[in-house]
Nanobody, 119 residues
């Protein structure tokens, strides 16, 4: 049973920074990519940052140059450093195993962490 727990969200002014953390347990392979997903109000959840041992990191166009994803393989933890935040970054942020999300429609998600960026 995979369990994920995100934290670190909050209210910040545009231009500010936040650091998100995700801890996870269960059968998530170190060889699987992990990602951060963003769900803006009224919209579908979308991947914004990705990390894997084989492919390194990748970012959506909307966050590239402002967000940095990292992973601590020893501590089963995933991080997202968010700088120069914009109002459109507002929403709930989730972490997950990319392979599980792509192959299991019933993949478990954590509760997410709310990020609100005021203009």
């Amino acid at each position: 049973q995979v369990q994920l727990a995100e934290s670190g969200g909050g209210l910040v002014q545009a231009g500010g920074s936040l650091s998100l953390s995700c801890t996870f347990s269960g059968s998530i392979s170190v060889n699987h990519a992990m990602a951060w997903y963003h769900q803006a109000p009224g919209k579908e959840r979308e991947m914004v940052a990705f990390i894997s041992r084989a492919e390194g990191t990748s970012y959506s166009d909307s966050v590239r140059g402002r967000f940095t994803i990292s992973r601590d393989y020893a501590k089963n933890a995933l991080f997202l450093q968010m700088d120069n935040l914009k109002p459109e970054d507002t929403g709930v942020y989730y972490c997950n195993d990319v392979v599980r999300v792509m192959t299991d429609q019933n993949a478990a998600w954590g509760q997410g962490t709310q990020v609100t960026v005021s203009s």
